[in-house]
């Protein structure tokens, strides 16, 4: 049982070019999310997605695109990486999104971009 | 403003020892969750506990406690008789009704046990 994997676990990637983290969770869960890590800014969230073809921006999400085609996937695109993208991506799902619902994390990503 | 504010950036201490993570929060929502996430060095994000802003009784599971006081906007995580195995970065998180599946992230405390 996955549960919730992403990929690839470690990426580096140059100023301008394109990179789509990816995320996959097994429990059908409805809702999905991105986060970001950062030294002293704890974990802020990118992107959500409510359902398949239902997404909203978070905290920070001027230059990720994301998309969900299927209720499993939720792709992050960062379509001209810079310098101040460079961060560990974490990837989320609940249930169904609820306030009150835990959110499991994926393994996490960590991206580096020269 | 933050509204998760855990002030220990890194704590360390000797094996066997207790300790105490702090976690202070704001909200105006008189319904909200805390939680705990660990995360070790490999990386991942662990679940620890969740409490919802009603019950504040307090939890013990092993050796991991936590204190929640309302009267002080706090969710205080206590370890005790720490084992190197604890060694890790532990993340405080709010939800608040209003806000929906918002989580507000401290910015986290490091943990480092020495043997």
């Known amino acids: 049982d996955a549960g919730i994997t992403q990929s690839p676990r470690y990426k580096i990637t140059e100023t301008g070019r394109q990179v789509t983290l990816m995320c996959h969770q097994t429990?059908?869960?409805?809702?999905m999310f991105w986060y970001r890590q950062d030294l002293g800014h704890g974990l802020r969230l990118i992107y959500y997605?409510?359902?398949?073809?239902?997404?909203d921006k978070g905290e920070v999400p001027d230059g990720y695109v994301v998309s969900r085609s299927k209720t499993e996937n939720f792709p992050l695109t960062l379509e001209s990486a810079t310098r101040s993208q460079t961060s560990v991506y974490f990837c989320?799902?609940?249930?169904?999104?609820?306030?009150?619902?835990?959110?499991?994390f994926g393994p996490g990503t960590r991206l580096l971009v020269l | 403003a933050q509204k998760v504010t855990q002030a220990q950036t890194e704590i360390s201490v000797v094996e066997k020892e207790d300790v105490t993570l702090d976690c202070v929060y704001e909200?105006?929502?008189?319904?909200?969750?805390l939680f705990w996430y660990k995360q070790p060095p490999s990386g991942e994000l662990v679940f620890l506990i969740r409490?919802?802003?009603?019950?504040?009784q307090n939890e013990i599971s092993g050796r991991y406690s936590w204190n929640f006081q309302k009267s002080t906007s706090s969710f205080n995580f206590t370890i005790t008789a720490s084992q190197v195995v604890d060694s890790a970065v532990y993340f405080c998180a709010l939800s608040e009704r209003k806000g929906g599946n918002q989580f507000y992230f401290g910015t986290g405390t490091s943990l480092t046990v020495i043997p």
């Open positions: 989320a799902s609940s249930e169904s999104g609820r306030f009150q619902e835990t959110q499991y």
């Open positions: 429990w059908s869960h409805s809702y």
């Open positions: 409490r919802n802003s009603f019950d504040e």
């Open positions: 997605s409510a359902a398949a073809d239902i997404t």
């Open positions: 909200t105006r929502d008189t319904t909200y969750y």
